[in-house]
């Protein structure tokens, strides 16, 4: 390889060239190639007469996953190699939009006959490469976000029962290999029962670890969650970041992630590679958690959802179809839309109002220490964002301001009356026991009869239904929809249809009722049925819930 400058080009002052050399790539020796390296780009050019255009690749290293040298095992090679990943978003053949596909360039350096000079040359471009891509930080909604420390520590948990049993083979066929290129040692931890995962981290030893990573569907994240926070240090716990890859059914959070990206939808496989490919980067960000009040079990946290009638009834119908994957939801859905249920109970809850929303935008536009002391995260920050919808209270026909939702009488509410007193986590400050009044400036809903009730944190419900459109990972707010009775099966099919793409908010549905919350309250009539919390079925009965904004932290790319 020829070391020298390259002469300056037309962006030699935005993206100034910082290395150039000259390459062969493995396969072809004779072919020789000119690479440059910008601060925010690869480039590499092939030395030859036809025009610098056709022969002229640029790659992005927002793209870059990681790089490496090394010498090759013929010991009488006396070059060095240098291998760069990306995974760039290229145009499906079919369908709209793009996916991440990996791409492998190789190049070899032979430009000294000492093989520990040349191997010298390739790990300072190895090096730079990775400091340049590193570097590539996104902006996302106007706010910087932090870093994982490097290298990062992952203890990878896998259910290898989730969705169709094939979360090991995923592992084996992207995620491994993902994570070897990008330099991120991680240890791999297969869940043998329910509730593993949760008394695993309930009592490990958080120093080992800079980040705890999924591989699963929605249900393995509930366990972690409450295991941290079932914690005596669950204030430092849970700031551990925490990450998703898609290995079942739902993949709920997963597909939040991905569209919180800014990128196309995609299913499946598509998604497990763009999920991977935002843990490598490991950029951090806040996450909402959602506490659960119910009426002997111990409190919960949430992270995705509280559903009861229709949608959890499916999601818990549906159970038996599984070995078909996602696809389990709409074979649940066509069959309880065929014997369409009405569910009896007393809805209320208290508005997410304007002047709430601003107050703690601006209590969280702070900078916050993504780590803790204990897990060796480095230095970097975080800012948190209010909500992008202003103002906060946004509802949908029967706004709380209708006719078809009342006030309650005025109750005082004191501290020592808090539902929470003397429970682990944080405490909740809205939430009164179950069997006391609610507070005066609660709203309650006048309809007792409903087809579904269901709170939302996070943009998707599923990997293809975005039920929540406006959501982001941390805006402070239960987005809390109910479908009254009296809806028809064609009606809630269209309904269901236009979620798929985060469009049922305008079908114009007089029976669906959508509006921002802070917290809530369920009562309902019927002795039995089902309400789920993140999709695991929990304890029928009243049940209340509020947010607490920010309370987790998220590696979402």
Request: charged letters at 20%; a positive charge; one cysteine or more.
């Given at each position: 390889m020829d070391q020298r400058r390259a002469e300056p080009d037309r962006n030699s002052i935005t993206n100034p060239v910082s290395l150039y050399g000259e390459f062969t790539v493995?396969?072809?020796?004779?072919?020789?190639?000119?690479?440059?390296?910008?601060?925010?780009?690869?480039?590499?050019?092939?030395?030859?007469?036809?025009?610098?255009?056709?022969?002229?690749?640029?790659?992005?290293?927002?793209?870059?996953?990681?790089?490496?040298?090394?010498?090759?095992?013929?010991?009488?090679?006396?070059?060095?190699?240098?291998?760069?990943?990306?995974?760039?978003?290229?145009?499906?053949?079919?369908?709209?939009g793009g996916s991440r596909q990996r791409a492998e360039h190789c190049f070899r350096l032979e430009a000294l006959q000492d093989p520990r000079a040349n191997l010298e040359e390739a790990e300072k471009w190895a090096r730079a490469i990775r400091e340049r891509s590193a570097r590539q930080r996104y902006l996302r909604d106007g706010v910087l976000m932090s870093e994982l420390s490097r290298p990062c520590r992952m203890m990878l948990l896998v259910n290898p029962q989730s969705g169709k049993g094939q979360a090991l083979t995923l592992y084996n066929n992207h995620i491994q290999r993902m994570l070897n290129e990008a330099g991120i040692p991680h240890t791999l931890v297969i869940t043998e029962r329910q509730n593993h995962a949760r008394e695993l981290v309930r009592e490990a030893d958080l120093s080992q670890w800079d980040a705890l990573v999924i591989m699963s569907g929605d249900g393995l994240l509930f366990e972690v969650i409450n295991g941290l926070l079932e914690r005596p240090d669950w204030e430092e716990a849970i700031r551990t970041p925490l990450g998703i890859l898609p290995g079942g059914s739902g993949n709920a959070l997963a597909a939040s992630i991905h569209h919180y990206s800014g990128a196309s939808p995609v299913s499946s496989e598509e998604l497990l590679v763009s999920c991977g490919f935002l843990l490598c980067k490991?950029?951090?960000?806040?996450?909402?958690?959602?506490?659960?009040?119910?009426?002997?079990?111990?409190?919960?946290?949430?992270?995705?959802?509280?559903?009861?009638?229709?949608?959890?009834?499916?999601?818990?119908?549906?159970?038996?179809?599984?070995?078909?994957?996602?696809?389990?939801?709409t074979v649940g859905t066509l069959i309880r839309l065929a014997s369409l249920r009405v569910y009896k109970g007393k809805l209320a809850y208290l508005p997410a109002t304007e002047d709430y929303n601003n107050k703690e935008g601006l209590r969280n536009n702070v900078t916050l220490h993504c780590n803790n002391q204990a897990s060796s995260l480095g230095p970097a920050s975080v800012l948190c964002r209010p909500s992008r919808d202003s103002p906060c209270e946004n509802t949908f026909h029967n706004s709380c301001h209708s006719n078809n939702s009342l006030k309650v009488r005025r109750t005082e509410s004191t501290p020592s009356r808090s539902a929470t007193k003397s429970l682990p986590g944080p405490p909740d400050s809205l939430l009164l026991p179950l069997d006391q009044p609610l507070p005066s400036d609660w709203v309650v809903v006048q309809e007792e009869d409903f087809v579904l009730m269901?709170?939302?944190?996070?943009?998707?419900?599923?990997?293809?239904?975005?039920?929540?459109?406006?959501?982001?990972?941390?805006?402070?707010?239960?987005?809390?929809?109910?479908?009254?009775?009296?809806?028809?099966?064609?009606?809630?099919?269209?309904?269901?249809?236009a979620m798929e793409k985060g469009a049922h908010l305008a079908t114009n549905c007089q029976h669906l009722v959508y509006t921002k919350v802070r917290a809530l309250r369920l009562e309902p009539y019927s002795p039995k049925g089902i309400i789920t919390v993140d999709g695991e079925v929990v304890e029928y009965g009243p049940v209340q819930a509020e947010v607490h904004r920010g309370l987790a932290r998220l590696i979402s790319g």
């Open positions: 493995t396969g072809n020796r004779k072919v020789r190639y000119a690479v440059s390296l910008s601060e925010r780009e690869l480039i590499v050019q092939r030395l030859t007469s036809t025009p610098v255009g056709r022969n002229k690749l640029v790659l992005s290293l927002k793209d870059c996953v990681g790089c490496r040298s090394y010498r090759a095992e013929d010991v009488a090679d006396p070059a060095a190699y240098l291998a760069v990943y990306l995974y760039p978003l290229r145009r499906r053949w079919v369908s709209s490991g950029l951090v960000s806040r996450m909402d958690l959602v506490s659960i009040h119910l009426s002997s079990s111990p409190r919960l946290f949430s992270f995705l959802s509280l559903a009861w009638g229709f949608v959890a009834d499916v999601d818990i119908e549906s159970e038996k179809y599984r070995h078909v994957g996602a696809a389990r939801f269901l709170a939302m944190y996070q943009s998707h419900l599923a990997e293809d239904l975005m039920a929540a459109p406006g959501a982001t990972a941390a805006d402070g707010v239960i987005h809390l929809f109910y479908v009254k009775a009296g809806i028809s099966r064609t009606a809630l099919l269209k309904l269901f249809l």
